[in-house]
């Protein structure tokens, strides 16, 4: 039925084809459109679907390798998850992500979906829209952010779930890996598990479950188990994976960016305080520009959806051109590198590898 | 038996006696004795039991205002709890802790004691020998960071506590009141509940349950209940308090600490890129101070074990002799303004008021 692992994870997808939702966001298509032409400059074996209300998309009606789709709705960033999903149901996200469903009878029109709608809706539209993948009880929401290895860590999930099982934290492990291995080419990824200490014997009853999980997976190739790791750890690069339950990883990152923001204010306000100041801020610009480049949170933009029957790509409400571009410069590398298929093997894999009750998971 | 509440909230302690574990923490003497000095200089009313030793406590026989007590073990950095706990009887730190102890025939001979010894080992022998306060189930333990309006939020469970129920959650809010009220002088702090969005709705069954028991006691005057906060907002300070259990607590501190070291690696790697990065570093170093001085952590060192029939502080292990002098500060404060007293007080109002199942809770 499907092609050998090795086969399909070595073959790159072209022409990369991505549906984008243009209306979502806080700015909708003035940031959106912007960064589609940006990034079709860059990307000459990429096409795009963009969808949105037709008087939006008009300013790209003669774009090459674009098709336009039309929907009639859109979903505000303060809708109800309900709204979303049972009331819009010709919003440009759903729309958008149904461009990547696959039916019996045809495959999906585009490859990947990118949004930047509400996290709540598009999880659940998603999720209706394109079901889990068999052995995944919740999808989970990846995204990177920057280590003192100068590259980045992969962190998940990041608020999809808010109470986890061992389980469940074992199949974010398989898929965080099948992302790594996507997006950056690491075949064999370390993944650490998010706690409070690095003894084995640390952390709540679901976390040293998870820990011996994570082991037994690790003892049979199917991960590369790092072990426990801190929260310092996601900075340090320790390991290229971080598994955690929703709350902890949702609280990790938004105390991450408020440290950030005090930074930037703090030194903001230091290099602004009097006319000496400000003169030394002149000196220092070339510096601290290179500094705020190194820890600028844009270059992090793409959260991916992972665990459905396609691939979805989440950018921050708020990003600007140059962000959501990054968002779509996701997609598209996973996209091309498989993503999906990668995921789909690696938990087969887990699911014939370990017993069934480990893997399938439980709602305890 | 114990004085109205209004009468002792408003007395101070003086002169205000402070024990402390001299050979705790990486550095031991080497540190907490100039600390100690320093801090006798500052505070004329204040007197010093100093534990450790006797070779390692010599330097201070002299010094006024100080009592020398020996002991003729250590606790390690790495020791189990169970050493600590068992095996180690005559420790500094458990020598400490002891001054702190009242019993039936007599009251405490220290108000407070701070020790830079581990964290396990500290709580569990604080535990043991002080037993916690009448409807508390956990201490738990908490210490400040700094804010974006210049002063700083007090967070909640750090560590003590790896799984907790919606009462502890409760609890944790009426011991966090008592310390802010202490030793800020803010007599109705604001509690924020440290969740995944401001909605109710938001949050895993136990967070739901501990917001409809922190909106009771706000209804009755028992705390100053703000609503749910996210991880940015305690940089931001939206409210005084944040409460947490200690897994998701830990992660937070851990991961500020990591980003914030980043950062500061990130700066000094761009100033001294080369010469003239170097050159810009000179001009800038003033502001570049101003702003280091405004995040330096070890103006926020000193964390309180909450909870227990005693006051116990706990300063960073890694802590210099600055940072060690700010723990003994906060105990100072603590002490002066009958911390102690009034999370008695407090908890006692809180059994008063609110039912007995919410308020003792339950080890679910």
């Known amino acids: 039925m499907t092609a050998p692992r090795s086969d399909r994870s070595q073959a790159l997808v072209a022409p990369v084809r991505l549906s984008v939702d243009c209306m979502g966001g806080d700015h909708g ?77 045809q495959p999906a029109f585009a490859h990947a979906c990118v949004s930047a709608g509400n996290t709540g809706a598009l999880m659940a539209v998603a999720r209706y829209l394109l079901k889990t993948v068999e052995g995944i009880d919740r999808p989970a929401i990846a995204s990177v952010m920057p280590n003192q290895l100068d590259g980045y860590t992969t962190v998940l999930d990041l608020g999809a779930n808010v109470d986890c099982t061992a389980e469940h934290l074992l199949q974010f492990a398989v898929m965080g890996s099948a992302l790594v291995s996507a997006v950056d080419g690491k075949e064999n990824p370390t993944v650490g598990l998010l706690n409070i200490g690095e003894e084995v014997i640390k952390g709540s009853e679901v976390i040293k479950k998870a820990g011996e999980l994570l082991r037994t997976a690790n003892s049979r190739g199917l991960i590369n188990f790092y072990g426990n790791v801190e929260g310092n750890d996601i900075f340090k690069g320790t390991s290229d994976i971080v598994v955690c339950d929703g709350f902890v990883g949702n609280v990790a990152l938004k105390t991450a960016e408020g440290l950030a923001t005090m930074f930037a204010n703090f030194i903001k306000q230091e290099f602004t305080r009097n006319i000496a100041t400000k003169m030394v801020a002149l000196v220092a610009m070339p510096v601290l520009n290179h500094f705020k480049k190194r820890v600028d949170h844009r270059r992090y933009n793409g959260a991916a959806l992972l665990g459905l029957r396609g691939l979805v790509f989440k950018s921050h409400g708020s990003a600007d051109a140059f962000s959501f571009e990054q968002a779509l410069n996701r997609a598209y590398d996973a996209a091309r590198h498989r993503l999906l298929d990668r995921v789909h093997d690696r938990i087969a894999a887990t699911l014939d590898s370990l017993p069934a009750q480990a893997a399938q998971g439980s709602e305890a």
């Open 29 to 105: 298509p003035s940031i959106t459109l912007p960064a589609c032409r940006a990034f079709l400059s860059k990307h000459p074996d990429a096409e795009l679907v963009l969808v949105g209300l037709p008087e939006a998309l008009a300013p790209a009606k003669d774009w090459a390798r674009v098709t336009l789709v039309n929907a009639s709705e859109v979903v505000s960033m303060d809708d109800p998850v309900e709204v979303a999903l049972r009331k819009k149901k010709d919003s440009s996200m759903r729309v958008a992500i149904n461009q990547v469903k696959a039916t019996a009878e």
